[in-house]
């Protein structure tokens, strides 16, 4: 089960920032949170984690609140291409050195021209 | 350097037959993973396989359903007497070791459909 909150979908302007909310109150305090996306019929591709500081790639940014309880993914300047579904995910222990990803539905962004 | 890769891409198949689901995972991730998703859900867990540790089989949805993995190297997902239920994307993931802080990183599915 997801222990996940995301919008099922957004809308954002070409060239703007996309900002992709997610709540996850009852994280863990070694639980990672994760964000993947998935472009039409394609596998998930990652984009970025963290635990508890923010961090930043080439792809994005991740916003952590200071009680771990949400998140944000921000994509600075969104691009056509960047229209997918995005997962925001915990990963979930599952015995051993098994931490699985537990996937929800994610949000559909849609960036428009 | 090469990604996860997946074959077939695409599998149409009768109500009853077996099939066979092959993943190849980058090499020398030791951990690797199977998902199933439906259309317009999301992943579902399926098996995990670390090193030559037994596999993690908790999300195997009934014993239709088997993999098994040969070394750190390939694995095959075999679903026995197909039903129309199974029809899915099937996904592998591999991993550098499989902890909490790291990325698995997925191939390109196989489209099964079960007719």
């Known amino acids: 089960d997801a222990k996940t909150t995301q919008p099922p979908s957004m809308d954002c302007a070409e060239g703007r920032a996309a900002n992709l909310p997610c709540n996850h109150s009852?994280?863990?305090?070694?639980?990672?949170v994760y964000w993947y996306r998935q472009i039409h019929s394609q596998g998930p591709q990652y984009i970025i984690h963290?635990?508890?500081n923010n961090e930043t790639n080439e792809m994005a940014s991740l916003i952590i609140t200071e009680d771990r309880k949400s998140s944000t993914l921000i994509l600075p300047h969104a691009t056509l291409r960047d229209t997918a579904v995005y997962y925001c995910i915990v990963r979930v222990y599952s015995g051993g050195s098994n931490y699985k990803l537990t996937f929800g539905k994610g949000t559909l962004l849609t960036v428009n021209p | 350097g090469a990604g996860v890769s997946q074959s077939p891409s695409n599998k149409v198949t009768e109500k009853g037959k077996d099939v066979e689901l092959r993943c190849d995972p980058i090499s020398g991730h030791t951990a690797l993973y199977w998902y199933r998703q439906r259309l317009g859900q999301g992943l579902e867990f399926l098996i995990y396989f670390q090193g030559n540790s037994a596999p993690d089989k908790s999300g195997l949805p009934s014993d239709r359903f088997s993999a098994e993995r040969t070394g750190e190297s390939v694995s095959t997902l075999t679903i026995q007497r197909t039903q129309q239920e199974d029809s899915a994307v099937y996904l592998c993931?591999?991993?550098?070791?499989?902890?909490?802080?790291?990325?698995?990183?997925f191939g390109p599915g196989t489209r099964l459909t079960v007719l």
């Open positions: 993931a591999s991993s550098g070791a499989g902890g909490p802080s790291d990325t698995q990183y």
């Open positions: 009852t994280i863990s305090g070694n639980e990672y």
């Open positions: 963290g635990l508890k």
